[in-house]
């Protein structure tokens, strides 16, 4: 598939994108260099890259819209990563906006220019947001999500709705009731899931960042998948209005960017209290960038004296060893930039996987009984009431959300409400202590992203119990409300291209800055890797 | 639609000072006076009293009846419980919703705080133990006008438990202060309105309801017939007038009741199959339902054929006077409550309840037991305390230095029939406390007869003013200068020889003719004792 390629790659070489200019980061001396690798050159802020070549005039937002539309274009029919595009002239006529209001000299937002992927739970005005499912096939919200709002006031432009599982059941994408997307590294494997539209559409640079949403693990293991920076904030941090609900008590609205501090703008730019959200937080949203210190000012030891713990249970059986691997190297890398590692015992980590599915699927049976074909959406006709809902839903739902909503009806059922709602409560209760316990000894604690690489589509499709297995590493953050920031760490070998494996650091509540600033330590001064699939990597410079 | 406003009246119209006869035809005293934004389009359909208490005596000794209400309260907040939309009866429909009370994907509830102080407040008035933690619970069903799936509800830790309610017992049932227990009040959101087409081949769905805050008060099973269910209803409904947290208009269904009906025998202390009766549209047909059902309950007791007593829920039918079955229970229905996710905990202060606490009215119950220390009698009191502004109005006349026993007898008499005739509320008359209270000064000192009282008030009640003014431009003072009323006495009976030839010969009633006149004469001014006593000197000296 690649040979489809060949021909427009003169063209998209054309338009290399901006490189040069970063406050953040220089490719050129790191202090830790241990190699000389040519090839290799941390990421880079693509959002102030931008900012910058807009401001001095070196590149117009149209031209940068056509740039990532070209490639978008090239690269969607092979990956599936969105749902809805609008015309390429609803983006260029926004850019074209922008590109007056710089020439008149007026203010532009943060995001002037930056196009970004949104999840299709997520809803916006102007396009059909299904949740990736038949039942809201076509449905056309009246409003925008508070995040996509906030976005939109600092300039961004939404560039598309990304593929999902059905209202976010699920951890491949298979689940969406549209199309399956693939994952850039490797067209026959899947990109995770269930925002794995988002993951794969930063990953192959058919936008800047994008929006996802974590309930169970939903941006963090579609962005260890593809290869990108995936971060789930604490819950609360982010208004979850225009969010569809799956499980009100976890869902987090996420940001994914190839880089650490694109991940940590994209949040600035829609964290906050909101009233249209009461479980959103009043906490203040800080400058997580002002913390950041450029690659090249960094000392020696630049993360001297932070305590890292890595979780023991997140490493033992039944992790691929490759992955394994990658994070103990990773752990080494903490190491060389002074921090102390030490291995972690969560003994209730384990507990987390059923106490999140019972909860997780007891609020979602909740939250979609409003998808019933009165008021919008899909509606069957029927003589009777009760067929007017069976039909509606039995054909517009389907078969994974079913039999989530089946379980989630059965356990908070009359009699086996204490056994499994209420003794999953209790569960995450002691999990959200062992979490403060062990983050009051560390400053951050470190896992793999996901037990495996990406796997094959289709691999797991008719497992369901191995596929919710695969959620092990994650869930326990959500149970614990934490924030979480995923990135690439190492690769695992495998045919055509090496596959990205996704290192978790965890941090204390409404302490995504801290994790933003280790983060983009760690990610300025890795070696040898360079997260770009082979899809795109002569098209992105 | 039955409707029953506050009782009838009947004023004497030969007596000379404002009295208080109160006959009460129809009707009776749990009815509250209608709000003044919705009367004119209410109807009054009058209740007869002996069909009530047919029914009400045909309780054989042998059983007793328990119920229990469950009301739900509507309340008058500006905007819906969870969303910033406005509500208001009768508007057209789905012209007030948004993404919220639509249950649109994606939108989220937000507690109006509203709703907490109202629901503080009645939990404080009805004397229950508040929780001062608690939270949010959904209440999970499929039905077109529940947006969501499911009722945002409070299940196990109601905001309010453990109360009592005190009512009064009208006299003619007996009189008496009754005590019920209220089991719990809790914040729930309303559900929007099925339409259904005349031909029912297809029904529309009105939001305009959906997110409207309520309260729902459970009451303990302590009533035993329809009267005490009603006054207990009659009470919830003065009560939440008086707080100001609900119009408690029936038919507009801001105060809805449903009654759970059982029936057992005297000394058995399991509770009977208990039925569920809806539709009850106003305190009387709540009444005669109960009534109804109690007896229907009792016969078939008495015939053997308590088990065809079911667990059921029935509708009361205005025009048959019966209950009918609306719908069998299939078992428990699972709502699966479980808390909900989207809204923080409900956390009360101390601060909080007790700021609440000292910024509650008067409430009926103290008002009344106020008015019983005044001397004033049982029936004045209990609809002197019956509706807000009335009470309100009272308080004011006193308050002006009006003495209680004529406010009384002005409020209920005249003035009651006036508003009644005029369609009227008391806020609605041009009559001030201050100009009443000046009025009973004047009568009680002198300045004016009675019956003139009475003309200035039709004057003052219609076209406002001072009583001052009134008397001043009318030249109304009374005559109490002896010499001038016997002028006009001699004057009167000089001029009627004939009657005072058959007065002397022993027709002694013609008294009243000769009084009449001199009254005539003087134009209703002449004082009425002095005018009586200088007419019989006159008549009686035999010169």
Known sequence: ?541 | MSYTMFRTFQVHPFLLYPTSILKRRNGFLYSTTIPKATQSSQTETKVSTSSQSKNLYKIPKDYEAVIGIETHVQLSTLTKAFCNCPYSYGSFPNSSICPVCMGLPGALPVLNNKVIEFAVKLGLALNCNLAFNSKFDRKQYFYPDLPKGYQISQFDVPIAASGFLDVDIPLEFGGGHKRFGITRVHMEEDAGKLMHTEKGNYSQVDLNRAGVPLLEIVSEPDMRNGIEAAEYAAEIQRLVRYLGVSNGNMQEGSLRCDVNVSVRPIGQSKFGTKVEVKNLNSFSSMSRAIDFEISRQVLLHSQGQEDQIVQETRLWEEGSQRTITMRKKEGLADYRYFPEPDLPSVILSQEYVDGIQTSLPELPEEKRRRYEKMGLGMQDVIFLANDKNIAEFFDATLAKGADAKSAANWIMSDIAAFMKNEKLTINDIKLTPEELSELIASIKGGIISGKIGKEILFELLAKGGSVKEIIEKKDLVQITDPVEIEKMVVKVIEENPKQLEQYRGGKTKLQGYFAGQVMKASKGKANPGLLNKILLEKLNSTT
């Open chain 1, 1 to 541: 598939m690649l040979s489809t390629l060949q021909t427009p790659r003169s063209s998209l070489s054309r338009f290399t994108l901006p490189s040069t200019i970063t406050t953040l980061a220089s490719n050129s001396q790191s202090t830790l260099t241990t190699t000389q690798s040519p090839t290799t050159s941390p990421p880079q802020s693509q959002i102030l890259s931008i900012r910058h070549s807009l401001l001095t005039r070196n590149l117009s937002a149209v031209d940068l819209a056509r740039s990532y539309l070209t490639r978008l274009r090239l690269t969607e029919p092979h990956l599936r990563s969105f749902l809805h595009i609008p015309d390429d002239q609803t983006i260029i006529s926004q850019a074209n906006d922008l590109d007056r209001r710089i020439a008149a000299g007026k203010d532009v937002g943060p995001l002037a220019g930056v196009l970004v992927a949104v999840k299709d739970n997520i809803c916006t005005a102007d396009m059909p947001s299904t949740g990736g499912s038949r039942i809201l096939q076509n449905y056309r919200p009246p409003f925008d999500a508070t995040a996509v709002k906030k976005l939109k006031e600092l300039g961004g432009i939404v560039v598309g709705k990304t593929n999902m599982d059905e209202f976010g059941m699920g951890s491949t994408t298979e689940a969406s009731a549209f199309q399956v997307t693939a994952n850039p590294w490797d067209v026959s494997r899947v990109p995770g899931g269930s925002s794995g539209g988002s993951a794969a559409a930063v990953s192959a640079r058919q936008c800047v960042v994008s929006l996802g949403s974590d309930t169970g693990g939903s941006v963090r293991q579609p962005a260890s998948f593809c290869g990108v920076v995936g971060l789930k904030p604490t819950y609360g941090r982010v208004s979850r209005f225009g969010l569809m609900a799956y499980a009100s008590s976890l869902d987090a609205i996420g940001c994914f960017g190839s880089s650490v501090a694109d991940t940590g703008i994209l949040l600035h730019a829609i964290a906050g209290h909101d009233r249209f959200d009461a479980t959103s937080s009043k906490q203040e949203v800080p400058n997580f960038l002002s913390h950041f210190d450029s690659a090249s000012s960094l000392e020696s030891k630049p993360l001297k004296g932070l305590r890292v713990g890595l979780i023991r249970e997140t490493i033992e059986d039944g992790v691929d060893a490759g992955v394994v691997s990658a994070i103990r190297a990773a752990a080494s890398h903490f190491e060389e930039l002074g921090c102390s590692v030490n291995e972690v015992s969560l003994p209730s980590f384990s507990l987390g996987l059923p106490a999140y599915y019972v909860l997780a699927l007891s609020e979602s049976s909740s939250n979609l009984s409003r998808y019933d074909g009165i008021r919008y959406g899909n509606q069957v006709h029927a003589d009777e009431l009760d067929s007017l809902y069976g039909d509606s839903r039995a054909k517009g739902l389907g078969s994974e959300v079913k039999m989530r909503i089946l379980m989630g009806t059965y356990a908070l059922s009359a009699g086996y409400y204490d056994a499994y709602y209420k003794r999953a409560q209790q569960v995450r209760t002691i999990i959200r202590n062992s979490f403060k316990e062990a983050l009051d000894q560390y400053d951050i604690l470190i896992s793999p992203a996901a037990p495996s690489v990406a796997y094959k589509i289709g691999e797991k499709k008719n497992d369901p119990l191995a596929m919710y297995a695969g959620d092990i590493m994650t869930v326990n953050v959500n149970l614990a409300g934490l924030p979480a920031l995923v990135l690439p760490c190492g690769f695992v070998d495998s045919e055509p291209a090496g596959l990205p494996v996704g290192l978790q650091m965890i941090g204390a509540a409404f302490d995504e800055g801290e994790l933003l600033r280790v983060g983009h330590i760690f990610e300025q001064t890795l070696e040898n890797c360079r997260f770009v699939p082979p899809l795109v990597a002569d098209s992105v410079e």
